[in-house]
């Protein structure tokens, strides 16, 4: 809430949109004002700690979220899964901060109620279905770090190239070869597909 007399010359989503687009690995209050060009009191006046704006960023990160239509649970979890590498991409030190969803966000625990809903209704126990949406948004959130830290997610599979001989290495020079150079869009798909057999293999065991 807004207190005093004095002209408003800032609002809330400004200083939410101002510190996602500051970055939120390294933001603080301070870092936001000047990107805003206001003093960091103008801004608590709004917010009253960091981690209070941190939470509304987390608002902010699921708005952004693509999230997928409920169909069938495989293209679901892809389909989820891309939408989060979608939005940590758009929300720079989102990945690098550990954003995920949690009870904390009224908007992250709504995503949640509906990805869990999804694959219940298709016969998921509970348990596993809290296991299956928590590993693709882990699988997304670690693959952005990769890629906002290395530029690509592969970068030591490079360095593991060049040290490998085909003579005194030959199966390990083999697979390296399927497999470089990445296609990050292909090889983010090619890992969630992965992924959602072990999946599939787990929802075939006997309970």
């Not at 500051?22 to 709004?46: K, M, T």
């Not at 699921?62 to 590498?85: C, G, K, S």
């Not at 970068?155 to 190239?161: E, G, Q």
Request: proline share 7%; with cysteine; glycine share 6%.
């Amino acid at each position: 809430m807004r207190h005093g007399g004095r002209p408003q010359l800032i609002d809330q989503d400004q200083i939410v949109q101002a510190a996602l687009a500051v970055g939120l690995d390294h933001f603080s209050i301070n870092a936001v004002a000047r990107h805003l060009g206001v003093s960091g009191a103008a801004i608590y006046r709004y917010v009253d700690t960091r981690e209070a704006l941190l939470a509304l960023c987390l608002d902010a990160f699921v708005q952004r979220l693509e999230v997928p239509p409920r169909q069938e649970w495989r293209p679901y979890l892809a389909a989820l899964a891309a939408a989060f590498r979608r939005a940590l991409l758009a929300t720079p030190g989102a990945a690098q901060h550990g954003f995920k969803l949690g009870p904390s966000s009224p908007k992250g625990a709504a995503l949640l109620e509906e990805a869990i809903a999804c694959l219940m209704g298709q016969g998921f126990p509970p348990k596993l279905a809290w296991q299956a949406v928590s590993a693709v948004i882990d699988h997304a959130v670690a693959w952005v770090q990769k890629e906002e830290l290395a530029g690509e997610p592969d970068s030591a599979r490079h360095k593991l190239a060049a040290m490998v001989s085909p003579e005194r290495h030959p199966h390990l020079s083999e697979a390296l070869a399927t497999v470089l150079p990445p296609d990050l869009d292909q090889a983010f798909e090619a890992r969630t597909t992965f992924l959602l057999r072990g999946v599939e293999a787990t929802l075939k065991e006997p309970l």
